[in-house]
């Protein structure tokens, strides 16, 4: 039998100590060992470390690209009413280009499943959720893209909000999701979304806790109604800077608490560290929620992008192995086994809290998979080593070469 791709010369810490050939049929991974056989194609690893790609469970596509027409680069309350100024002159061309643009440079960083939030409101309509759909058919050779429609300017407070966010649903919106701090009755957005997730069978996010005000959180009531709702395993919650704040006793309290309710949370590390702390002039706090803190309880955590080069945060490449070493820093961490923890809240952490079905290195999966200038996970993280190649279903989807220095002769 010959393959349709072998990957040679692979290196995946989770299988062999030694390098692996991964054969690929029917796009899917056939066969892996020392010597598994011809191939019409093969591909040489170089003894990198192969990953199934990084997972990116919390960006904003639509709202991408965006800081050239802002005009303040400042608090949280300041970019949400920046984005509310200019997207209603969003046309659906527009958001199109701009979040193909930031899908792209997600894909050549190595990642192959994202879920993007998709703001609807009266102000944008759908213009957003129907441009996300479109890449999300046409990128469908390289990225799974999940689609979360959420209302980010408050839903009781504006009306026509719910409606569009139902029409959304019928349409083909992927899950929903929520922002209660920007609704004028938080617990009734939170009550009103679950409602549309039971009536659609959908799973939710919520934007969460987005402050350092550790007195009072809504992080209670979402735990609170997924059990009513029997929603255990299908809700994330995304920020919830509110942990940062928190004495350790009371973060590990919350940290059961999600872990045996089934909430998982999403950190943000880039836009959170740009957009915390900032009435103060000195101690600034990082304003980063303690995800290491909240995995090694078992609770499923992800890091994330957020945002790209808009006012919530006024920079971005989309790497999420960059991601993964800033979030390293800001918590301080340093031992191997915090930095695989790391890779893994950019990999197979996040693929949990989507439920991807298949996802990993592994006989009868997907052949998703990235390469990566690295010998092994904690070195990848530390390095944040480049993104090398990728393959989606068995197909080869892009390349980066190594930087090679050209050294003059006789030096």
């Known amino acids: 039998m010959s393959f349709d791709l072998v990957l040679d010369?692979?290196?995946?810490?989770?299988?062999?100590?030694?390098?692996?050939?991964?054969?690929?049929?029917?796009?899917?991974?056939?066969?892996?060992?020392?010597?598994?056989?011809?191939?019409?194609?093969?591909?040489?690893?170089?003894?990198?470390?192969?990953?199934?790609?990084?997972?990116?469970?919390?960006?904003?596509?639509?709202?991408?690209?965006?800081?050239?027409?802002?005009?303040?680069?400042?608090?949280?309350?300041?970019?949400?009413?920046?984005v509310a100024r200019l997207k209603a002159d969003f046309s659906e061309s527009d958001i199109h280009a701009r979040a193909e643009a930031t899908l792209r440079m997600a894909i050549l960083q190595g990642t192959t499943r994202i879920r993007t939030h998709a703001e609807i409101d009266t102000r944008i309509g759908l213009r957003g959720f129907h441009a996300l759909q479109r890449l999300k058919r046409d990128y469908a050779f390289a990225v799974d893209l999940e689609i979360c429609v959420f209302p980010q300017e408050g839903l009781t407070n504006d009306p026509g909000a719910e409606a569009l966010l139902v029409k959304a649903c019928e349409e083909g919106a992927d899950l929903v999701g929520g922002c209660p701090y920007t609704d004028t009755d938080p617990e009734e957005q939170i009550a009103r979304i679950f409602a549309i997730a039971r009536r659609?069978?959908?799973?939710?996010?919520?934007?969460?806790?987005?402050?350092?005000?550790?007195?009072?959180?809504?992080?209670?009531?979402?735990?609170?109604?997924?059990?009513?709702?029997g929603w255990q395993g299908r809700v994330a919650v995304g920020h919830v800077t509110k942990l940062s704040a928190m004495p350790?006793?009371?973060?590990?309290?919350?940290?059961?608490?999600?872990?045996?309710?089934?909430?998982?949370?999403?950190?943000?590390?880039?836009?959170?560290?740009?957009?915390?702390?900032?009435?103060?002039?000195?101690?600034?706090?990082?304003?980063?929620?303690?995800?290491?803190?909240?995995?090694?309880?078992?609770?499923?955590?992800?890091?994330?992008?957020?945002?790209?080069?808009?006012?919530?945060?006024?920079?971005?490449?989309?790497?999420?192995?960059?991601?993964?070493?800033?979030?390293?820093?800001?918590?301080?961490?340093?031992?191997?086994?915090?930095?695989?923890?790391?890779?893994?809240?950019?990999?197979?952490?996040?693929?949990?809290?989507?439920?991807?079905?298949?996802?990993?290195?592994?006989?009868?999966?997907?052949a998703d998979m990235v390469v990566v200038d690295a010998k092994g996970e904690a070195e990848a993280v530390a390095r944040i080593a480049p993104v090398l190649m990728g393959f989606k279903r068995g197909v080869k989807t892009f390349e980066r070469p190594r930087a090679r220095l050209l050294q003059p002769s006789g030096v």
Not at 31 to 52: K, N, Q
Not at 205 to 223: K, Q, T
């Open 248 to 366: 350790r006793e009371q973060v590990a309290a919350y940290a059961a608490r999600l872990a045996r309710v089934g909430v998982a949370v999403t950190v943000l590390p880039a836009t959170d560290l740009f957009l915390m702390g900032r009435g103060r002039d000195h101690s600034v706090p990082r304003g980063v929620a303690p995800a290491h803190l909240l995995a090694e309880a078992g609770v499923t955590c992800s890091i994330a992008t957020n945002n790209v080069m808009n006012p919530f945060t006024p920079f971005g490449d989309c790497s999420l192995n960059r991601m993964a070493n800033l979030y390293a820093n800001i918590a301080q961490l340093s031992r191997k086994a915090d930095m695989a923890l790391c890779l893994d809240m950019v990999t197979h952490q996040p693929a949990r809290l989507m439920r991807c079905e298949g996802y990993g290195i592994a006989v009868g999966n997907p």
């Open 9 to 82: 010369h692979a290196l995946v810490p989770t299988l062999s100590e030694k390098p692996v050939s991964i054969a690929v049929q029917d796009g899917l991974i056939a066969a892996i060992g020392i010597d598994v056989g011809p191939a019409r194609m093969r591909e040489d690893a170089g003894f990198s470390l192969v990953l199934p790609g990084f997972v990116d469970s919390h960006i904003h596509l639509d709202k991408a690209c965006i800081l050239d027409r802002c005009r303040a680069e400042g608090s949280l309350a300041e970019a949400i009413g920046e």
């Open 200 to 229: 659609f069978d959908l799973d939710v996010d919520f934007h969460l806790d987005f402050d350092l005000d550790p007195s009072w959180s809504h992080l209670d009531v979402v735990m609170a109604a997924t059990e009513l709702n």
